[in-house]
């Protein structure tokens, strides 16, 4: 499976030009002795104006995430990094870290050639520098010319020139669509930057299409479409602010003059779900739960069940899922399962009335017999036991592991005035108010037919038109004819084969007769 970490860090940001953090990723279910790569970017509410990230650090465990601002409306002011941690590109999609040459005061783009994309991708990208010059100084990075087979990162230092850059490189993620193992979305978001808006910051509110459990996590990255081959621009500026369930705000800035009088800069975004509550972790759709202390087989069971009714020891599931199991906590019990998945140690087997744990031998995390009254670390389980990606199971397995939210009596929910709210166990379900309204219960449109509350003639049919935009008449033929706001009889002479007019006062009918 895709061995994935997410987070959001919460910064003070005082009146220094920049400051790092460390972020500490206990159970973490990355390995040890694989390269890490992170992607990250800034999470605000507006007080800091054109806040830029980069990592300084990233390990199995530990994650060193520095930002600088440029502008700040108070002295102490509060922002977030949101971030990734991973090993592999998720399925569908292609990873990897270019380093830059050393630059100084001046924009340095390298192409990446990739594997070709059906559509144009979008590209996710993160500074990685070991040292700011100076402290006065940080590196930005931005994408041009994206196509399905490859894009240029560009990186440039943010503000004044401070000597020659060096240790930078680039992080960068490039996909289509949803990320396997993510349950989020993803998509692209148009500015039209002028010279008149020069060091002000332009946000526009994106809606997500699905409604999510918990806030999800956004990364941000902005790209040109074309280059400029005649200066050396410098970098727009991309952070996201009043991120909620529902959406979030992008914004944009450049910092410096152009030497173009306006340009279109788009971002692309990546949302990333909250597969599991607080305390927990996830791996492969599945969520899992360190408990404190030692205890025997039967009171670990007993833990697991007050926790959440759909908890239980942990069931390896493969040779990764049992790894990630034994590095979470130091000699776990393991519930074994009669399948075709077995790793018991050297001259171990299942017996009756024998209970077993995973510990470390030259063959890796193997299982071992003991005495089910013994004392061991325990790891609860709760979710599928599949490889479940879809948003929708993401929803019910943090419902499982939380206390149910009325989303209709809290208010929390977007139904529309004229829709009816449901509460759900894995959210709510809005319904227009039938049959006078129709839509998807987000948006709904009065139905001028169904509601009665059209115009037509007593002797017209209404007909809804598509989207519910609005409706037609129409006279109920060949007895009544008119234009269906008024319909008039046509005279019974039968025997006439001829076309005759009657007029009055406020239609004109044509009757054929024969």
């Known amino acids: 499976g895709n061995l994935i970490e997410r987070g959001r860090t919460e910064f003070v940001v005082s009146s220094d030009n920049h400051l790092c953090q460390v972020v500490q990723i206990p159970h973490s279910q990355l390995y040890p002795h694989k390269d890490v790569r992170a992607i990250a970017s800034v999470n605000d509410n507006g007080a800091t104006v054109a ?57 340095v783009c390298q192409k990446v050639l990739v594997q070709r994309f059906g559509k144009t991708p979008n590209v996710l990208a993160t500074v990685n520098a070991t040292a700011v010059l100076g402290g006065y100084d940080a590196v930005a990075v931005f994408v041009e010319d994206v196509s399905l087979s490859s894009f240029q990162l560009c990186v440039s230092e943010l503000r004044m020139y401070s000597g020659i850059h060096r240790n930078v490189s680039v992080n960068w993620l490039a996909f289509v669509g949803e990320l396997d193992g993510l349950a989020g979305e993803s998509g692209t978001i148009g500015f039209f930057v002028s010279s008149s808006r020069i060091a002000f910051a332009t946000c526009k509110w994106q809606t997500f299409s699905k409604v999510y459990a918990t806030r999800p996590r956004v990364i941000v990255t902005p790209y040109f479409s074309i280059r400029s081959r005649f200066c050396y621009h410098r970098p727009p500026i991309t952070w996201t602010e009043n991120v909620t369930r529902h959406g979030f705000s992008s914004c944009v800035a450049h910092l410096l003059a152009l030497c173009y009088p306006s340009r279109i800069v788009r971002v692309s975004w990546l949302a990333i779900a909250e597969a599991c509550p607080a305390g927990w972790v996830q791996l492969n759709g599945q969520c899992h739960k360190v408990v404190d202390g030692c205890h025997s087989f039967s009171d670990a069971g007993l833990i697991c069940k007050t926790l959440n009714a759909k908890s239980r ?46 510990t470390t031998s030259a063959r890796g995390h193997v299982w071992q017999n003991d005495n089910c009254l013994n004392c061991h670390s325990v790891v609860c389980q709760a979710g599928m036991l599949c490889a479940c990606n879809s948003q929708a199971f993401m929803l019910t397995m943090h419902s499982m592991l939380v206390a149910d939210i009325d989303e209709c009596s809290s208010g929390t929910h977007n139904c529309h005035a004229n829709a009816t709210c449901t509460d759900t166990a894995d959210g709510f379900q809005c319904r227009c108010n039938g049959p006078a309204f129709v839509g998807n219960g987000t948006h709904c449109k009065l139905d001028h037919c169904a509601a009665y509350t059209h115009n037509c003639h007593a002797k017209a049919t209404c007909t809804t038109l598509k989207n519910s935009i609005g409706y037609n008449c129409t006279c109920m033929g060949p007895r009544y004819v008119g234009n269906g706001t008024h319909c008039g009889e046509c005279p019974t002479w039968h025997s006439m084969r001829q076309f005759s007019t009657l007029i009055n006062s406020t239609v004109m009918m044509v009757c054929r007769f024969g």
């Open 51 to 107: 806040p830029a990230v980069w990592i300084k650090r990233a390990t199995y465990n530990e994650l060193e995430l520095c930002v600088r601002r440029q502008r700040m409306e108070r002295t102490h002011h509060k922002l977030h990094v949101d971030w990734m941690l991973y090993h592999n590109a998720p399925v569908g999609s292609q990873t990897g870290s270019v380093t830059i040459s050393p630059f100084g005061a001046r924009t």
């Open 313 to 358: 020891v942990a069931v390896a599931q493969d040779y990764a899922h049992n790894a990630f199991i034994g590095r979470l906590a130091p000699r776990p019990w393991i519930v074994v399962r009669h399948s075709a998945f077995s790793h018991f140690g050297v001259g171990q087997r299942a017996r009756d009335s024998v209970c077993q744990f995973i």
